[in-house]
C-alpha cells in the first residue's frame, strides 16, 4: 500500500495553545505518525515537506525505516522559511528514497496543489490530517481513501504537558 501525506499547517495543529513550531508538538506529531506507520504498514509513504504534519511524517518514516518520496511543489520553496525549518527540510531532502519536483521553474500560484493532486495520484490511501473545515479545495477531482486520523484523541491520551511530551 501507499500512503500519500497531506495537510495541516503547523499553526493548525496545537496542544495546549502551542501549535507544531513548538518542538514538542512536532515531536508528538512524529510519534502519531510512526504509531501510524506500524499499525497500517505502508509499504511506502509519498509527502510533500511542507512545515508541521508532512515533515512529521517524513520525520517518521526516517526514524522507522518506511520508504518515503519527498513531492515538492518547486525547487527552492524552503528559501522562505526560518533557518531552523529550512535546515530540517534539507536534511529531509537528504533522507528521502527519491525526490519529485512535480513543477519545475519557480514558485508560481497552483503549484502546491499540483504537487497535492499528484500525491493523491500516487497513492491508495490519503493520510490528511487537516479538519474538514481546514481543507481547501480537494486536492482531486478523482475521489480517494482518506483515513480518518484521531490525532486530537490521540493527544488527550498521551496527556502531553505545557513542556513537552
Not at 512529521?56 to 528559501?79: K, R
Not at 522559511?81 to 521553474?105: C, D, F, M
Request: net charge negative; glycine share 8%.
Amino acid at each position: 500500500m501507499t500512503v500519500g501525506v497531506l495537510g495541516a499547517k503547523p499553526n493548525r495543529i496545537r496542544i495546549q495553545g502551542k501549535d507544531a513550531h513548538n518542538a514538542s508538538v512536532f515531536r508528538a506529531l512524529v510519534e502519531f505518525g510512526t504509531e501510524l506507520l506500524e499499525r497500517e504498514g505502508p509499504d511506502l509513504v509519498v509527502t510533500g515537506l511542507d512545515l508541521g504534519w508532512q515533515q512529521a511524517m517524513a520525520t517518521a518514516c526516517v526514524e522507522t525505516g518506511v520508504p518515503w518520496i519527498a513531492a515538492l511543489p518547486v525547487e527552492g520553496e524552503e528559501y522562505i522559511w526560518p533557518t531552523l525549518a529550512r535546515k530540517r527540510y534539507l536534511w529531509l531532502l537528504n533522507q528521502a528514497e527519491h525526490v519529485r519536483i512535480v513543477s519545475p521553474g519557480g514558485y508560481a500560484p497552483g503549484k502546491r496543489k499540483e504537487r497535492d493532486r499528484w500525491i493523491v495520484a500516487q497513492a491508495d490511501q490519503v493520510w490528511d490530517l487537516s479538519e474538514p473545515a481546514q481543507q481547501d479545495e480537494p486536492a482531486s477531482e478523482a475521489s480517494y481513501t482518506k483515513l480518518w486520523l484521531p490525532w486530537k484523541e490521540w493527544v488527550s491520551t498521551k496527556q502531553y504537558t505545557q513542556n513537552g511530551g
